[in-house]
């Protein structure tokens, strides 16, 4: 079945220090959607990219969709310690309705 | 905009009895909602889907006859661990996605179960 695995499964850094994690999908997706969990909380939709080779920016955050639509990546630049947490990405096969698959997840610690 | 709410957020339960769990969206109309069940540090498994007034559709092993779900409204689904065991304790999170925008889903704050 599909697999989406992320890359570093942990990662601390320094505060102001920059962030990125990692997101492959062993199969081509129809779109990739990217979450943020903080400890205790529940995941919550950060954003959407649906086209192949498509970069967004959330103030801080930038998201990439790889140009084959299975990889994607979200870097965060001049880290806070707001920002801790867990990112998620998650995709959607073509077909697969508005299921997701989510992936293994970065936790992010934040340092001051 | 875009509110779903779970109830209970934490329940303990004797092995043995059987918990429900309510997902309910606020704010707007589900055609379909999600249920998923992490693990401490672990991702989101899908268990679930779950369509207004038709049969859920369940993940590859995960037992139907374990876990019940009834989506009977546009705003309201629940998820039933039937004879709970202690390897259920786990945090159950429900999605909805509205009938206008089918590709993104609305998380609820989730339900830990700790079956004893």
């Known amino acids: 079945g599909q697999q989406v695995m992320q890359i570093p499964q942990y990662q601390h850094v320094q505060e102001g220090e920059d962030f990125t994690t990692y997101c492959n999908s062993s199969t081509t997706l129809s779109n990739i959607q990217w979450y943020k969990q903080r400890p205790g909380g529940h995941p919550v939709f950060l954003i959407q990219?649906?086209?192949?080779?498509e970069v967004k920016k959330q103030k801080r955050l930038t998201f990439q969709f790889g140009e084959a639509k299975k990889n994607s990546s979200l870097h965060i630049t001049a880290t806070q310690t707001t920002d801790v947490g867990t990112y998620f990405c998650a995709g959607g096969l073509t077909g697969g309705g508005n299921k997701l698959t989510f992936g293994t997840g970065t936790q992010l610690k934040v340092e001051l | 905009g875009a509110v779903v709410s779970q109830h209970p957020s934490r329940v303990i339960c004797k092995s043995g009895t059987s918990v429900k769990i309510e997902c309910r969206s606020l704010?707007?109309?589900?055609?379909?909602m999600f249920w998923y069940r992490q693990f401490p540090k672990q991702s989101l498994m899908l268990m679930a889907t779950?369509?207004?007034?038709?049969?859920?559709?369940?993940e590859q092993g995960v037992e139907k006859d374990k876990f019940l779900i009834n989506h009977a409204s546009l705003t309201l689904s629940t998820l039933t661990v039937t004879s709970a065991h202690p390897e259920d304790s786990s945090f159950y999170i429900c999605?909805?996605?509205?009938?206008?925008?089918?590709?993104?889903?609305?998380f609820g704050p989730g339900t830990r179960l700790l079956v004893l």
């Open positions: 999605s909805a996605s509205p009938a206008e925008d089918q590709e993104t889903q609305y």
């Open positions: 990219l649906v086209k192949s080779g």
């Open positions: 779950s369509n207004e007034g038709s049969k859920a559709t369940y």
């Open positions: 704010d707007f109309q589900a055609t379909t």
